[in-house]
Structure formats: C-alpha cells, structure tokens
C-alpha cells in the first residue's frame, strides 16, 4: 500500500473516533487521533494509540491518544506518525496546547485532516509542530473532515450558525390542508426530527406557526438536550419571555446576533412558509431537508421551492415518506 493510501485509511479511522463525541463535544470541534508505529524491519504499520474529544473542557483527542500508549509502547513513539482530524491547538484554553504535547513526545510525523479555522489556531499548530523539526502532512481527506465540522467551521468562518431549512410536504406540494395544520410525518420519521434536534444548538419557527401549532420543539423521542427555541416575529418587539420558554426575535439578523452571543453553531428552521422564504431570499442556508408524504390536499399553504443552487446528496424512504437532504452546489 502507498503512503497515500495508509494516510487516508488512519484518517478515516480518526473521522470514526472523531464522530463519536458528536453529542458531548460542543461547543468544540469533533476530533479523532490515530498513532501509528512503524515497523522498522519492513513488517505492516500498527495502532498502538487513539483517541478523541469526548466533551468540551476535558482533554482533547491528541491527549487521549498519547494516554492509550502502553508503557510498552512509549519507545515507539520516536519512529510514530500522529494522525489528527483538525490541527492540534496551539493556545492555552481549558488544556494546554496540543501541538506543544506532540513535540515534547518527539513522534516522527504528524497527518492533519485539515486547518483549524478557529482565530487562535488558523495554522498556528502546524508551524509549531514544524518549527520543531517534525514532518507535517495537512489536507488528507480535507473535504471529510471539513464536512464533519461544518458546524463548527461555518461558525468561525462566516459568524453565524450554520442554516438547516427542514419542512414537510404532501406529494402535491402543500405543507398544510386548507392552512389548517396537518400530520404528514410518520411515527419513525418523526423521531428522526427529534434525533436532528438533539444534534443542533438552536431551532426557529414563525409566528404564525408558533401560534397555531403550539409546537414544544423539544427532544421527545430521542435522547439528547433540546435546542434553544426562537421564534420569528417578523417586525414584532424582540424579547425572551420565561413563561414560554422560547426567545422572541424580530428579524434575522437580531436571531443571528443572538447566537454568536449565545455560541450557537447550527440552527433549524422549521417554518412556516414566510419565516422559510425569508431565508432563502437571502440565502442564508446551507441544507434544506424535504419530508414529501404519499398524500395529496386539494389547497393549502405551498411549500417552498427548493433553489436552483441546491445539490441532491441523499434520498430515502422510511414508511413510504421520502426525505431528501440538499446542500449548495
């Protein structure tokens, strides 16, 4: 096998690890480490390490790694390549920095996924572990690891969350029966809603919606904390009224102020009609997520229209409701 080859199967196996702190993690970046040593009489190249970033404040996946070498294995390190999925750290926050951990253990070479775009970091790491004398490889399987961390890095690159427009839609392209309220989603379905919710740091529905539906917007049917709750007043006064738990805005850029405020990395915006427009209008999304039921209505509210810029990248059928998931082109 040729050294791309292995560099990027040790990195998909630091994006499995990575993935695994998804729940935990935030509000920092998922991040796997891999060390591999190398068999000095030819023989094939072997894990004696890994790790990654179980939750915000304990030690991040570079740590974990070098803490699963067994003492046996110490002396190994000196001929070992470290892989991570994101640019060791370079800064003092809640641990010290990575990029200093690798150093002071001397490995041979060091694989990055990808930069951090985090303003402390942003090539910081790379040039100390460099400036060390180490080998450094970055950009194996970057469009993975950025993936993994889109989040995270649409936050830091753009200041603002990143955008998931989701409805549900009748086959015939109404999102309601006649503007009254309708149950298009299955039983399993929606407990995929509930699992995306648990996943992402904030949700928004309209006005006209929030008073209609009365929506909870809650995690019910699936294990995870409940995203913050804003509602869309669309010239309305902006407030947080604690009786009802949610976070009244007036406009886009009032919610979007809101969440770098708060440290908001992602958003769902679950409608209605109006509140989603406004967002493709100004094309603030970055996935829009269609739910389309076998079953049509005679009028109704139309759903909206998926943009010409957006990309198909999945289709499945759960209980003969499609879901189709959209990115920019």
């Known amino acids: 096998m040729d050294q791309r080859m292995t560099d990027e199967m040790f990195m998909r196996r630091c994006l499995q690890l990575a993935a695994q702190g998804r729940m935990e993690s935030r509000p920092n970046p998922m991040v ?3 060390i591999v040593a190398h068999d000095a009489n030819g023989g094939q190249e072997r894990i004696i390490g890994e790790g990654y970033h179980v939750r915000c404040g304990e030690g991040h996946a570079e740590v974990n790694a070098f803490a699963s070498v067994r ?21 003092y926050g809640k641990t010290p920095p990575c990029a200093d951990l690798i150093v002071s253990k001397g490995v041979r070479r060091v694989v990055v996924g990808c930069v951090d775009p985090f303003a402390r970091v942003q090539g910081r790491g790379i040039q100390r572990i460099r400036d060390a004398g180490i080998e450094v490889k970055v950009g194996v399987l970057s469009d993975e690891c950025e993936w993994l961390n889109r989040r995270f890095f649409t936050f830091h690159r753009h200041h603002r969350p990143y955008i998931i427009l989701k409805w549900a839609q009748t086959a015939n392209g109404f999102i309601d029966d006649g503007g009254k309220a309708i149950a298009l989603s299955t039983p399993f379905t929606r407990m995929l809603v509930h699992k995306l919710r ?6 928004l529905v309209g006005r006209v919606t929030f008073e209609r539906e009365h929506p909870q917007l809650t995690v019910r049917h699936w294990n995870g904390t409940s995203p913050v709750r804003f509602v869309m007043q669309h010239g309305g006064a902006t407030h947080d009224t ?7 805005v007036d406009s886009i850029e009032s919610m979007l102020q809101t969440c770098r405020e708060r440290q908001l990395q992602s958003l769902i915006v679950e409608g209605g009609a109006r509140t989603h427009q406004a967002f493709l209008d100004a094309s603030l999304w970055d996935e829009i997520r269609v739910e389309t039921a076998p079953l049509c209505v005679s009028c109704g509210t139309r759903a909206p229209q998926v943009p010409d810029s957006a990309r198909l990248i ?9 879901i189709e998931l959209f990115v920019h082109s």
């Open 32 to 34: 796997g480490a891999v």
């Open 71 to 91: 003492p046996t294995h110490q002396h190994l390190l000196s001929e070992s390549t470290i892989y991570v999925s994101l640019e060791p750290c370079a800064h």
């Open 198 to 203: 648990a996943e992402e740091d904030a949700i």
């Open 242 to 248: 604690s009786d009802d738990g949610f976070l009244h």
């Open 314 to 322: 999945g289709r499945q059928t759960y209980d003969g409701n499609r």
